[in-house]
C-alpha cells in the first residue's frame, strides 16, 4: 500500500509547518515541527516504510525512532481524511 | 501607498520589496513587533514577513518569532476557509452554467507568488459577465448567500455597479464582480476582453479559471491606482512581481489598456509599484515616462480623498456613459429602491 496526499486538500506552509484544510471537513489540521517535511515526503505516492526512510535521512535520525513517531500520525492525518491509501 | 516619516511605513516599503530582483535588503525592523504585525496585517503582509523570517532577511528573537507564527497561522487558516468557500461558489456558477474568472487574492497567491503562503488576502473575489450578473447574485442568494445591501435599481447591478457584496459560506465576503473598478474607469474596461484566453488554476484537485498574466496586471495597475485612497503594501506588490513576470507581454499590457482607456491608471499603479526597487522593468520605465492627459487627470482626481469619492465617481461616470445610460444611472442614484434605502436607513426622496 502506498500513501498519498488527497487531492482535495489545501494548504499553506507556515512558519512552524503547515495547515491542511480538507474540503468539506470538519477542522483545520496543524502539522508542527518536522510537519512540513512530512508533507513534502507524502507529495509523491510513497510507502510508509519510504516516508520513514526519507524523513530519518532528513533528520539524521534512526529508522525505528521514525517508525514508530510516524505511525500514529499517519493514522491520525488517514482519519481526518487528508492522506488516501492506493494499492501498489 | 505608504511613504512619509513614519519609520514602520518605511520599513514595510523596504519589506514588500523582498526578494524582488535588484531589491535592498529588508533594513533594520523598526518599532515594537506588535505594531509590525498590526500594520504589516493591515497591508496584507505578515506572509511576506514570515517568508522574509524564514529566509533570516528579518532576524527575530524565539518569543518575536513565535508571535509571528501564530499571527501567519491565523492568516493562513483564514485563507484555506476563505479558499473553500471560494469553491463552493465556483461550484455554484458552474452547475448554474454562469461563466466565471477568479480574481485577485486566491487566484494571485497561486500564480504570481513564488509560495501562495506569502499571499494573504480577506475576501474572494469572481467576475462575471454583466448579462449574467443577476442570474449570479440569485443562484448564490438560493444557496444561502446574503446581501446586505439590496441594488439601487433592477437593472443596476448589471449595468452599472462594479460588484455587488454577498455574505457567504463561513461569514465570509465574496464580492461579485461586473467590472475591475468603481466609477468611470470601471465603465471604460472592455468586458468582453476579460473572459479571453482563461488561465486554469487547480485548487484542492478543482479546475478554477482566472485571468492570463497580462490582465492580472492590468488589474493589479487599476486596483494599486483607484481602489484605496492609500494603497495595500501586498497588493503594490502582487503588481511588481506582474511586472517582473518573464510570461508577461508589455505590448499586449498597453494595448489593453489603451482599449480600454485606462492607461493612466495602469501608469499610476506601475509607478508606485517601480518605487518599491531601484531597477525598473520596461512597464514600470513607459509609466515613469508617461504624461497624463488633463481629461484623465480630472478622472483621477474622483479616486482621490475618501470624503465624497462616491458622488466624484459617480459624476465623473457619467460623462463616460451614453446618453441612455445616463438617464437610467441619474435615475438609480436620485431614487435608490425602497429595499436599497432601507438597508442604508434612508429616507425616501421628496
Not at chain 2, 25 to 37: F, R
Amino acid at each position: 500500500m502506498t500513501s498519498l496526499r488527497r487531492a482535495d486538500v489545501l494548504w499553506r506552509a507556515t512558519l512552524d509547518g503547515v495547515l491542511i484544510r480538507p474540503v468539506g471537513g470538519p477542522e483545520v489540521v496543524k502539522l508542527a515541527g518536522t510537519g512540513l517535511a512530512l508533507w513534502a515526503a507524502l507529495d509523491e505516492p510513497s510507502s510508509f516504510e519510504s516516508v520513514c526512510a526519507a524523513l530519518a535521512a532528513i533528520h539524521d535520525a534512526d529508522l525505528d525512532v521514525i517508525a514508530s513517531d510516524l505511525r500514529p500520525v499517519i493514522d491520525d492525518l488517514t482519519a481526518r481524511e487528508v492522506l488516501e491509501w492506493i494499492d501498489g | 501607498m505608504a511613504e512619509g516619516p513614519d519609520p514602520v511605513d518605511r520599513w514595510l516599503q523596504s519589506l514588500a520589496a523582498f526578494d524582488l530582483p535588484g531589491a535592498q535588503p529588508v533594513a533594520p525592523m523598526p518599532g515594537n513587533l506588535n505594531e509590525v504585525l498590526s500594520r504589516a496585517s493591515e497591508h496584507r503582509l505578515i506572509g511576506v514577513l514570515a517568508a522574509a523570517v524564514a529566509s533570516d532577511a528579518v532576524p527575530l528573537d524565539p518569543d518575536e518569532r513565535a508571535q509571528l507564527t501564530l499571527a501567519h497561522e491565523g492568516a493562513m487558516g483564514e485563507v484555506l476557509l476563505l479558499e473553500e468557500v471560494l469553491l463552493g461558489a465556483v461550484d455554484v456558477l458552474t452547475s448554474a452554467g454562469i461563466d466565471h474568472r477568479v480574481l485577485k487574492g486566491s487566484a494571485l497567491a497561486h500564480m504570481v507568488h513564488a509560495d501562495p503562503s506569502d499571499r494573504c488576502f480577506g475576501d474572494n473575489d469572481v467576475l462575471v459577465r454583466s448579462e449574467d450578473v443577476d442570474a449570479a447574485v440569485e443562484v448564490l442568494l438560493s444557496e444561502g448567500a446574503v446581501r446586505p445591501i439590496p441594488a439601487l435599481s433592477p437593472s443596476f447591478d448589471r449595468r452599472f455597479a462594479k460588484s455587488v457584496s454577498l455574505g457567504w459560506r463561513g461569514a465570509t465576503e465574496l464580492d461579485l464582480h461586473r467590472t475591475l473598478a468603481p466609477g468611470p474607469y470601471g465603465h471604460l474596461v472592455v468586458l468582453e476582453d476579460l473572459f479571453d484566453n482563461p488561465v486554469e488554476l487547480i485548487l484542492a484537485g478543482r479546475s478554477v479559471l482566472t485571468l492570463p498574466a497580462d490582465l492580472h496586471l492590468l488589474h493589479g495597475a487599476i486596483h494599486v491606482a483607484l481602489g484605496d485612497v492609500e494603497a495595500r503594501l501586498g497588493n503594490v506588490r502582487d503588481l511588481a512581481l506582474l511586472a517582473r513576470r518573464a510570461s508577461v507581454d508589455a505590448q499586449a499590457v498597453l494595448d489593453a489598456a489603451d482599449r480600454w482607456r485606462c492607461t493612466a491608471p495602469l501608469a499610476v499603479g506601475l509607478r508606485t509599484a517601480g518605487r518599491l526597487v531601484h531597477v525598473r522593468t520596461e512597464l514600470e520605465q513607459w509609466a515613469d515616462d508617461y504624461r497624463i492627459s488633463e481629461l484623465d487627470s480630472r478622472r483621477l482626481d474622483a479616486y482621490r480623498e475618501r470624503a465624497g469619492r462616491f458622488r466624484r465617481q459617480s459624476r465623473a461616470s457619467l460623462a463616460v456613459l451614453s446618453w441612455r445610460d445616463r438617464l437610467a444611472f441619474m435615475r438609480a442614484l436620485a431614487r435608490p429602491s425602497a429595499a436599497n434605502r432601507g438597508a442604508r436607513g434612508r429616507r425616501a426622496p421628496a
